[in-house]
């Protein structure tokens, strides 16, 4: 790495006075320059900025204490430390380079040595000022770069807490829809009680197919639950637990009173149907989902086709046999062909 150079400039109008100065610094190592009037250092000093200033008060023209003023005036220039040079030595001319940025004085005639240790000195105070700069300027960059990170992770934050918003106005219509459901279920079961408590049996007859209609819809309303539960609702939340528990319940009920319906159809329809055609018992939906088994066709097959879920399709296979009692597949299909179900 290359050693650099400090550069000092020194404004004099008597060049021939400073010349052992000028000689004195060059050997030590310093780049020295020297300009004669302050009008020639401020035309030049942008261009070639030099670390110290030695800078001579009394000047035709501009003098030392006007030029100093300049040069602090100038953000390009205001940090250069300037050291007097006079043969001045009233505190008042002190006082007045000091008042405007002056570092230090220098009496003439100068000593060579100790012009050295001040303007060392006051070099050295320059470079701390330089690395306390750098370091305060890397201390704003990190602070930006935290500032940038914190941002982010806010906005994320906010993202989290969105997103968990929108879960919960989902299980929160969920539930709605669940309080329906139950809803419904009481409603159908107040029903059931008075279709049993009817006499007119062909009102208890369409009062049945009713039933399994509702029983149908109320079905697939919680195959759906299922599947936003399974889709929409996020993993580990205490909600999802409680939620498939309020739906089994729900299929349970359901369950019930498909069994409620069952009893119904025994005690209304049992002589009817049974000697006429057995296959009128099962719903309209039974009937496709029988007509499927009887074609061959899978639990996988037969829920893709009717859009259900294969835990329905096996609910409606369980209450075929039940209504039909019928324990395997040989018996629904002879059931089938004598009764001539494609044509139902």
């Given at each position: 790495?290359?050693?650099?150079?400090?550069?000092?400039?020194?404004?004099?109008?008597?060049?021939?006075?400073?010349?052992?100065?000028?000689?004195?610094?060059?050997?030590?190592?310093?780049?020295?320059?020297?300009?004669?009037?302050?009008?020639?250092?401020?035309?030049?000093?942008?261009?070639?900025?030099?670390?110290?200033?030695?800078?001579?008060?009394?000047m035709p023209g501009m003098d030392g204490f006007e030029l100093c003023?300049?040069?602090?005036?100038?953000?390009?220039?205001?940090?250069?430390?300037?050291?007097?040079?006079?043969?001045?030595?009233?505190?008042?001319?002190?006082?007045?380079?000091?008042?405007?940025?002056?570092?230090?004085?220098?009496?003439?005639?100068?000593?060579?040595?100790?012009?050295?240790?001040?303007?060392?000195?006051?070099?050295?105070?320059?470079?701390?000022?330089?690395?306390?700069?750098?370091?305060?300027?890397?201390?704003?960059?990190?602070?930006?770069?935290?500032?940038?990170?914190?941002?982010?992770?806010?906005?994320?934050?906010?993202?989290?807490?969105?997103?968990?918003?929108?879960?919960?106005?989902?299980?929160?219509?969920?539930?709605?829809?669940?309080?329906?459901?139950?809803?419904?279920?009481?409603?159908?079961?107040?029903?059931?009680?008075?279709?049993?408590?009817?006499?007119?049996?062909?009102?208890?007859?369409?009062?049945?197919?009713?039933?399994?209609?509702?029983?149908?819809?109320?079905?697939?309303?919680?195959?759906?639950?299922?599947?936003?539960?399974?889709?929409?609702?996020?993993?580990?939340?205490?909600?999802?637990?409680?939620?498939?528990?309020?739906?089994?319940?729900?299929?349970?009920?359901?369950?019930?009173?498909?069994?409620?319906?069952?009893?119904?159809?025994?005690?209304?329809?049992?002589?009817?149907?049974?000697?006429?055609?057995?296959?009128?018992?099962?719903?309209?939906?039974?009937?496709?989902?029988?007509?499927?088994?009887?074609?061959?066709?899978?639990?996988?097959?037969?829920?893709?086709?009717?859009?259900?879920?294969?835990?329905?399709?096996?609910?409606?296979?369980?209450?075929?046999?039940?209504?039909?009692?019928?324990?395997?597949?040989?018996?629904?299909?002879?059931l089938a062909m004598r009764y001539n179900l494609s044509a139902l």
């Open positions: 790495m290359t050693d650099y150079q400090e550069t000092i400039l020194i404004i004099d109008d008597y060049i021939t006075n400073i010349g052992v100065l000028f000689a004195y610094l060059e050997k030590k190592g310093f780049k020295v320059r020297v300009a004669t009037s302050a009008e020639a250092a401020l035309a030049g000093i942008n261009h070639h900025l030099p670390d110290i200033i030695l800078l001579d008060v009394m003023q300049c040069l602090k005036a100038n953000e390009t220039t205001k940090d250069i430390p300037i050291l007097f040079m006079t043969a001045l030595t009233e505190v008042v001319d002190e006082v007045r380079g000091f008042q405007l940025g002056a570092a230090d004085y220098i009496t003439k005639p100068v000593q060579v040595e100790r012009v050295l240790a001040r303007i060392e000195t006051h070099l050295e105070v320059r470079r701390l000022q330089r690395q306390l700069q750098l370091h305060n300027e890397l201390l704003e960059s990190r602070v930006q770069e935290r500032t940038a990170e914190l941002v982010e992770a806010n906005q994320a934050l906010q993202a989290e807490i969105e997103l968990r918003k929108q879960n919960q106005r989902e299980k929160d219509k969920l539930f709605e829809v669940l309080r329906l459901q139950s809803e419904q279920l009481r409603a159908l079961t107040n029903w059931l009680i008075e279709a049993q408590q009817t006499e007119r049996q062909g009102l208890a007859k369409n009062l049945h197919e009713q039933v399994d209609q509702n029983l149908d819809l109320l079905h697939i309303n919680l195959e759906a639950m299922y599947t936003l539960i399974d889709t929409k609702m996020p993993n580990n939340l205490p909600a999802n637990e409680l939620m498939l528990n309020y739906l089994d319940d729900t299929m349970h009920i359901l369950t019930q009173v498909e069994g409620h319906v069952q009893n119904v159809t025994a005690n209304l329809r049992h002589q009817e149907i049974l000697t006429k055609n057995p296959l009128l018992q099962l719903s309209v939906r039974e009937r496709e989902v029988l007509q499927l088994v009887v074609n061959g066709k899978s639990n996988n097959e037969i829920a893709d086709l009717l859009s259900f879920s294969k835990h329905t399709v096996n609910t409606y296979r369980s209450r075929i046999k039940k209504k039909l009692n019928a324990d395997d597949m040989p018996t629904l299909v002879k």
